[in-house]
């Protein structure tokens, strides 16, 4: 929309005041419920425009994401609905700076706005232990992986004899009280005399 105003005819510092007050119009009027709104839109757009990578490795997933212009602190990264990695920011015009100096924009073709990217974590993603590091407009966020799972070890069963004493019997094993009692064997209880 810059571009084809900036065709027209239409000054910088004009196009600027028309896009606060779209801007402003967007977050005083209720929209119908049929039609997206313009934050959605505004978000979509955002999403679209800031590029990332996804890379796997053995034990972690690497998002990185190029947030040109931005400083550390202008960065957020959140998790939503606890498997949703989102990350954000908005990078400014310095509007006063320009009113103040008069200063002229002749080129406008870097991009402004909003940053925003989201992620939906795979299952193994271990959301307890992310990290993110940002270095040169560029944000990396570490999501380590979960270890898979053991597998499952077959459950040992103690078996009691009659007498309350206790012991393992493996399959098949006898088991027999002195002076007669109760005999294990293949898991049957069957009585047994000894003389």
């Keep these: 929309m810059d571009l084809a ?3 027209l005819g239409f000054d910088p510092s004009m196009i600027v005041a028309l896009h606060d007050m779209f ?5 005083t009027t209720e929209q119908k419920p049929q039609h997206p709104s313009r934050t959605y839109i505004r978000d979509t757009k955002a999403m ?6 996804v890379i796997e490795y053995p034990n972690v997933y690497q998002f990185l994401v190029d947030m040109p212009g931005l ?3 202008q960065v957020k990264v959140h998790l939503e609905d606890e498997n949703v990695l989102v990350v954000s920011g908005e990078r400014k015009r310095e509007k006063e700076k320009e009113e103040k100096e008069g200063i002229k924009y002749l080129r406008m073709e870097r991009r402004f706005g909003k940053l925003l990217k989201k992620f939906v974590l795979p299952e193994n993603a271990n959301t307890d232990a992310i990290s ?5 407009g560029v944000l990396v966020v570490t999501v380590e ?3 898979p799972p053991e597998p499952k070890k077959p459950k040992v069963i103690e078996v009691k004899l009659g007498g309350g004493e206790s012991s393992t ?5 006898v088991q027999a009280t002195e002076g007669g009692g109760q005999q294990v064997q293949d898991g049957v209880p069957s009585e047994v005399k000894t003389d």
């Design 71 to 73: 400083k550390p602190d």
């Design 169 to 173: 019997t493996g399959g098949g094993g």
């Design 48 to 53: 679209k425009a800031t590029p990332a990578d």
């Design 145 to 147: 992986k979960r270890p």
């Design 5 to 7: 105003l900036r065709d």
């Design 132 to 136: 993110a590091a940002f270095q040169d």
């Design 23 to 27: 801007n402003f119009m967007d977050e």
